[in-house]
T-cell receptor
Framework: QQQVKQSPQSLIVQKGGISIINCAYENTAFDYFPWYQQFPGKGPALLIAIRPDVSEKKEGRFTISFNKSAKQFSLHIMDSQPGDSATYFCAAIQGAQKLVFGQGTRLTINP | EPEVTQTPSHQVTQMGQEVILRCVPISNHLYFYWYRQILGQKVEFLVSFYNNEISEKSEIFDDQFSVERPDGSNFTLKIRSTKLEDSAMYFC????????????FGDGTRLSIL
């Protein structure tokens, strides 16, 4: 119940294309869903986050879509750029406690 | 922009030795966390800390682990007797409060147990 399942494990997208990463959860008590971007040798950096009372949140080229009834959420990266190549983690949290991370998606944007 | 800083960036230790990983959280943050990431795997929660007490800990955080905030700025993770399987990246994180505020991560300490 504490798991967050993330797919795909790896993703290759052409420059300018749309990258889509999906996550699913079971614990309905989760109330905050952040996405983190991690470059090699660096810590996870917060990219964008959403609360379950919102169905979509957009920041620049990054959009989170949230489906509360299906217990799924996804990250869309529009106009993907080579600099977006990184590992992306979805996560979920209940209150002040631990972040539960998905397994990660290694995204490669081909120039 | 304020950031979480961790030292050292890489620690090599013999199995059975004690190791202390250090973190300086963002100055106005009140909640502190340790996570670890075994190579190629997802980030896993170890422990959360607030008001000089452990708030929650995972099954990984056994009696060999301890955390401390020795002064107003540092937050440390101690592993008393390291094992080979403790080899991982250890990340410190902090957040300003406990109401769905983002956790900000440091760049981690790579711990290698020989």
């Amino acid at each position: 119940q504490q798991q967050v399942k993330q797919s795909p494990q790896s993703l290759i997208v052409q420059k300018g294309g749309i990258s889509i990463i999906n996550c699913a959860y079971e614990n309905t008590a989760f109330d905050y869903f952040p996405w983190y971007q991690q470059f090699p040798g660096k810590g996870p950096a917060l990219l964008i986050a959403i609360r379950p009372d919102v169905s979509e949140k957009k920041e620049g080229r990054f959009t989170i879509s949230f489906n509360k009834s299906a217990k799924q959420f996804s990250l869309h990266i529009m106009d993907s750029q080579p600099g977006d190549s990184a590992t992306y983690f979805c996560a979920a949290i209940q209150g002040a406690q631990k972040l539960v991370f998905g397994q990660g998606t290694r995204l490669t944007i081909n120039p | 922009e304020p950031e979480v800083t961790q030292t050292p960036s890489h620690q090599v230790t013999q199995m059975g030795q004690e190791v202390i990983l250090r973190c300086v959280p963002i100055s106005n943050h009140l909640y502190f966390y340790w996570y670890r990431q075994i190579l190629g795997q997802k980030v896993e929660f170890l422990v959360s800390f607030y008001n000089n007490e452990i708030s929650e800990k995972s099954e990984i955080f056994d009696d060999q682990f301890s955390v401390e905030r020795p002064d107003g700025s540092n937050f440390t993770l101690k592993i008393r007797s390291t094992k080979l399987e403790d080899s991982a990246m250890y990340f410190c994180a902090s957040s300003v409060d406990n109401h769905n505020q983002p956790q900000h991560f440091g760049d981690g300490t790579r711990l290698s147990i020989l």
